[in-house]
């Protein structure tokens, strides 16, 4: 897998498992975290020949 | 009065909304992806791709009509309405009485775009071959049409985060669920053509960008209005849910799948296997069901529905699109004979 396809599906997952945090604590760092992946692998993707 | 019925805090003009919406994201991405392919082919200049491409764009008013007949129904089925709200489960309420007035206003703008769109059909009865040649304009004109409604309903009077917030909202779908629609449409339209295929195929990384920039889009304009939107509802935690399928199941199709998929199609490449196509398939369906439930549960302001019940109805979508899909297979016209070439 492409480093831009890694991030993305970090970002996915991360985004998931986010849920069940927010939804008992109510914290939202993780889900932050997978936004910030998501930025990420989208800018390697776009500039990935 | 019949358009204020609800049901699961769902209202029927909503519905209408998000018909309205959805007809305006067909013409605006079958516009874009027509404009691209057909004016493409006029930098190319190879003759053979130059027909395909041209008959790729041609088979695009086929969704272009689709979406004009969606709005124009809605429009019409329309008394009042709001402005889209937000996405990803996070709700910004907007004002009844401008989403009215903004209704009201845009009514010379649909006549001049009618006007417009009649003398394109004209043209096409009349001097087909003249269109055909000039097509490209006639997708780039409706493009920007699109673009004009989507901002024109999106529009709040001032500059503000907010405004952003609606217009970022209101465009992403064009580049988000519009092209997912279209890309599902390509795939199917080419599945029995090889020569179809060797040129629809190197087209998917490209829409595949343009759909997670989209989807960046959306992100960018919901962190604009997150304080003040926020609402911890089973329709943000669903919306959430289904964005994280997307975003996997978007990077399946966009990587391995699509490589898979480019390689079957290079002289001396192997036939991609048919448990590869259906997984692309699969993934298209899942793909499309993610994109429209996101953009049609957004347009519920007062949904009364439980997680597991929106689970459950996403998941009935994605049976009922798998069905559609294998019909829609079944019904594939004949191609004509210059792109015959089964493999």
Known sequence: MKHSEVFLVIAGLALLLSLPIIAHAGGFSIWVVAKVFYGVGVIFFVFNK | ?343
């Open chain 2, 1 to 343: 009065m019949f358009l204020t019925n609800s049901m699961f805090g769902i209202e029927l003009s909503e519905l209408f909304l998000f018909a309205r919406q959805l007809g305006l994201v067909l013409i605006g991405a079958a516009s874009l992806w027509g404009f691209v392919l057909t004016r493409w082919t006029r930098h190319r200049s190879f003759e053979k791709d130059c027909l395909v491409y041209d008959w790729i764009g041609a088979k695009l008013l086929l969704p272009f009509f689709m979406g004009v007949a969606a709005t124009l129904l809605s429009w019409v089925l329309l008394t009042s309405f709001n402005l889209a709200k937000a996405h990803e489960g996070i709700i910004l309420a907007s004002s009844q009485n401008l989403a009215t007035q903004q209704g009201e206003a845009a009514g010379p703008f649909l006549f001049i775009w009618l006007l417009v769109l009649f003398f394109g059909l004209l043209l096409k009865k009349m001097r087909p071959a003249s269109f055909s040649q000039n097509m490209e304009w006639f997708y780039g004109v409706h493009f920007l049409f699109a673009l004009f409604f989507m901002s024109f309903f999106a529009w709040t009077g001032e500059w503000n985060k907010e405004q952003l917030f609606y217009l970022g909202h209101s465009i992403h779908s064009i580049f988000t669920l519009g092209t997912v629609l279209i890309l599902d449409f390509l795939f199917i339209t080419s599945k029995f053509s090889a020569i179809l295929k060797q040129h629809v195929y190197p087209l998917f990384p490209t829409l595949s960008k343009v759909i997670l920039v989209g989807l960046g889009i959306d992100f960018i304009s919901v962190a604009l209005v997150f304080n003040e939107a926020i609402q911890l509802t089973p329709k943000f935690f669903f919306m959430q849910t289904i964005i994280g399928i997307l975003i996997i199941n978007g990077v399946l199709l966009a990587g391995p799948l699509s490589r898979r998929m480019l390689h079957s199609q290079k002289e001396g490449g192997k036939r991609i296997s048919l448990s590869w196509e259906k997984i692309g398939g699969i993934a298209g369906i899942i793909s499309v069901a993610s994109w429209s439930t996101v953009t049609l549960v957004d347009f519920f302001a007062n949904l009364t529905l439980t997680y597991i019940q929106l689970l459950v109805f996403y998941l009935v979508l994605v049976l009922v699109l798998y069905l559609g899909h294998t019909l829609m297979e079944r019904f594939q016209e004949k191609v004509p004979a210059f792109l015959e070439h089964n493999r």
